[in-house]
C-alpha cells in the first residue's frame, strides 16, 4: 500500500471514529440531563414528603385536641342515658303520688 491509498483509508476510519464520538457526547449529554432533571425533582418529591408529613402531624394534632375519640362518646352517652334514666325515676315516683293524692277520699 502506498501512501496516496492509506490517506484515503484512514481519513474514513477517523471520519468513523469522530461521528461515534459525537454520537457518544450527544448520548452523554442526554443522559446527564435525564439525570440533572431526575435529581431535580427527586429533591422536590422530598421536600413535599417533609411538608406533607408536617401537616399530617399539624392535622393530627388538631383533631386529637378539638374531637372526641370513639371511648369519650361512649362515656358522655352512657352518663347521658343514666340522667335520663334518673329522669324517668324521679317522674314515675311523681306519678305515683299524684295518682296516691288522687285515692285519697277526703274525710
Given at each position: 500500500?502506498?501512501?496516496?491509498?492509506?490517506?484515503?483509508?484512514?481519513?474514513?476510519?477517523l471520519?468513523?471514529?469522530?461521528a461515534?464520538?459525537?454520537v457518544?457526547?450527544?448520548?452523554d449529554?442526554?443522559?446527564?440531563?435525564?439525570?440533572?432533571?431526575?435529581?431535580?425533582k427527586?429533591?422536590?418529591?422530598?421536600?413535599?414528603?417533609?411538608?406533607?408529613?408536617?401537616?399530617?402531624?399539624?392535622?393530627?394534632?388538631?383533631?386529637?385536641?378539638?374531637?372526641?375519640?370513639?371511648?369519650?362518646?361512649?362515656?358522655?352517652?352512657?352518663e347521658?342515658?343514666?340522667?335520663?334514666?334518673?329522669?324517668?325515676?324521679?317522674?314515675?315516683?311523681?306519678?305515683?303520688?299524684?295518682?296516691?293524692?288522687?285515692?285519697?277520699?277526703?274525710?
Amino acid at each position: 500500500m502506498t501512501g496516496a491509498e492509506i490517506i484515503p483509508f484512514v481519513g474514513v476510519i477517523l471520519a468513523l471514529f469522530g461521528a461515534m464520538f459525537g454520537v457518544w457526547k450527544y448520548v452523554d449529554a442526554k443522559i446527564t440531563t435525564a439525570r440533572k432533571d431526575a435529581e431535580l425533582k427527586a429533591d422536590s418529591a422530598a421536600e413535599l414528603a417533609r411538608l406533607t408529613h408536617g401537616e399530617l402531624a399539624a392535622h393530627k394534632l388538631h383533631i386529637a385536641e378539638n374531637y372526641v375519640s370513639k371511648q369519650g362518646l361512649k362515656e358522655t352517652r352512657d352518663e347521658i342515658l343514666k340522667a335520663v334514666g334518673g329522669l324517668r325515676d324521679d317522674f314515675r315516683h311523681l306519678t305515683s303520688r299524684l295518682d296516691s293524692l288522687h285515692e285519697r277520699k277526703p274525710d
